[in-house]
């Protein structure tokens, strides 16, 4: 259990701009290249930053959710300020979340390297709860010696 924690988390929304992942759910090269496209087009042309200014704490979500059944992906802050007529509401549910902390040289890096140890070992480890969908989330922290940290956030339920 060395990758993973189990942790309770209140109930809390992300207030996300997104895109539609048009790639099979199996190609993985596919789906990274859109979402690091998107990524790079949403940083450069200000929204990530204009994002930032209304957020309540550091913390940048990148979100995977299945939305009419549609891959969407977002990214997306905490706040309190009205959503725009663009922006979704994503609504994250209290209880357990298997946790996957991580780093990386970028943000994509980051993303890649828990999304890869939540989906690939830790859920399967991880027994005594399942992932039954809904939204989740890897969530950049912040930046440390040029380095980025950060967390995988799943909700879970007790088998």
């Known amino acids: 259990m060395g990758n993973y924690v189990l942790e309770e988390k209140d109930g809390f929304t992300v207030l996300g701009f ?3 992942l048009k790639s099979d759910y199996t190609d993985y090269m596919g789906i990274n290249k859109e979402k690091a496209d998107f990524w790079n087009q949403f940083s450069e042309d200000g ?3 204009a994002l930032k200014e209304i957020a309540i704490n550091d ?3 990148t979100v995977n959710e299945a939305v009419n059944n549609k891959m969407m992906y977002y990214v997306g802050v905490m706040t309190e300020a009205p959503a725009p007529e663009e922006a979704r509401l994503i609504q994250f549910p209290k209880g357990e979340y298997v946790v996957v902390k991580g780093e990386g040289n970028t943000p994509e890096e980051l993303s890649n390297t828990v999304t890869g140890i939540a989906f690939g070992q830790a859920l399967q480890e991880a027994k005594e709860v399942a992932y039954v969908g809904g939204p989740n989330a890897v969530v950049e922290m912040g930046k ?5 940290y950060g967390e995988m956030w799943i909700p879970v339920v007790r088998k």
Do not use: I, K, M, P
């Open 18 to 20: 997104g895109t539609e």
């Open 47 to 49: 929204r990530l930053d």
């Open 59 to 61: 913390y940048v979500f």
């Open 144 to 148: 440390s010696d040029g380095v980025v």
